[in-house]
């Protein structure tokens, strides 16, 4: 993946979902990892939100261009706030 096409996503995602969307450079050249914390996630199952996000990778990059995605943390503002207690 391209660091163009992974910001691509992440703009993608955060249009989407609103919130924040993040992504950087995993230990590959062209891998990357994804972070999106959206209000949008409160009412969702951790799977729920997988899914709906995959569903934004699946419609605009191309197949081998998914395969350098490392993963997709989707969090609730509310997941980041229980974690820092």
């Not at 990892?33 to 969702?44: E, P, Y």
């Amino acid at each position: 993946m391209t660091k163009k096409q992974a910001k691509s996503l992440a703009d993608a995602l955060q249009q989407k979902f609103g919130g924040e969307a993040e992504f950087e450079l995993v230990d590959k050249p062209g891998r990357y990892r994804f972070a999106i914390v959206s209000k949008k996630f409160n009412k969702l199952t951790p799977l729920q939100r997988q899914d709906k996000a995959w569903e934004i990778v699946d419609g605009i990059l191309p197949r081998d261009a998914v395969l350098d995605i490392s993963l997709i943390l989707t969090f609730a503002p509310a997941d980041l706030v229980a974690s820092e207690k």
